[in-house]
């Protein structure tokens, strides 16, 4: 049965305008989660060369909650690494510390989730250009996850966020280009509202795709406050219907009450996944 999930950030996170996270030590961050109703917490990795996997093993354990993957959108935010780049050293320190992402990912039994992440495209080169070599670094990565028992999870993101790869079916052709068993794709709600013409198909179109789902209503506010236009309880059906069994995880981001939006959209996406779940028995 699907679960919930909440993104969690290690400090240093930037303060970004709409964005509220938690930016705390991860073992003050999944305590607060796990409170709020969360069964399992989305980590925002800073630096994964100093990052300590052992506190982050010990709150798991204590609060019984399930890390859903790492994220490692701060590699680009904070760290300004980029998979594809036009200098290919910056190019082999994000693979590199992609790989240690994957090492840690394979000790904690989750898998490693790839949006920002890749960057730009190449300026003065043709999106195909950005494309291949985006894929051949994936290739890379997949193998190397592969040989420690994980696997990787790609986000198409949109235009105002990045210049390439927005849509769900272009993302669905990295994946294909890529040919790796072990990569399958991160749905973003807000990213497909903004991209896609019709939410429903795409999700259905993905059907053998989709690995992780990103939640979030249609101007970004969590699920269950009743701000956007989203239909969840259709969503969470048609989720069903393709067969997903994997986390549904928010961000909070756009909202300020943090404790209220949390215990809110906890409370609401686990009531509605347990009905239909009854339901669809």
């Not at 993905?206 to 269950?224: I, L």
């Amino acid at each position: 049965m699907m679960k919930t999930a909440l993104f969690i950030a290690t400090p240093g996170f930037p303060e970004v305008k709409y964005v509220h996270l938690y930016r705390d030590t991860v073992d003050k961050n999944i305590a607060l989660a796990a409170d709020q109703g969360f069964e399992a917490v989305e980590l925002l990795i800073s630096d994964p060369d100093a990052f300590d996997v052992s506190l982050l093993k010990r709150a798991l354990i204590d609060n019984k909650i399930d890390l859903a993957c790492i994220n490692t959108g701060q590699l680009y935010t904070v760290l300004g690494l980029n998979l594809i780049h036009p200098d290919k050293s910056v190019m082999d320190v994000a693979l590199r510390k992609l790989k240690k992402c994957i090492d840690i990912a394979a000790e904690l039994t989750c898998f490693v989730g790839i949006g920002l992440f890749r960057g730009p495209c190449i300026p003065d080169k043709p999106i195909s250009y950005s494309k291949a070599l985006f894929t051949d670094v994936l290739k890379d990565a997949c193998a190397y996850a592969k040989d420690k028992g994980t696997g990787l999870s790609f986000e198409p993101t949109n235009r105002f966020e990045l210049n390439f790869i927005n849509t769900t079916a272009e993302g669905m052709e990295i994946v294909d280009m890529v040919g790796a068993d072990n990569l399958g794709m991160t749905l973003d709600l807000f990213h497909i509202y903004l991209e896609d013409r019709n939410m429903f198909e795409s999700i259905a179109m993905a059907k053998d795709y989709v690995k992780h789902m990103h939640f979030s209503d249609s101007d970004r506010w969590p699920a269950g406050l009743g701000h956007g236009g989203i239909d969840f309880k259709a969503l969470i059906r048609l989720l069903y219907a393709i067969g997903y069994d994997g986390y549904l995880a928010e961000g909070l981001v756009r909202y300020e009450g943090f404790d209220e939006a949390a215990r809110t959209t906890a409370s609401f996406l686990k009531n509605l996944v347990r009905e239909l779940h009854s339901n669809k028995a």
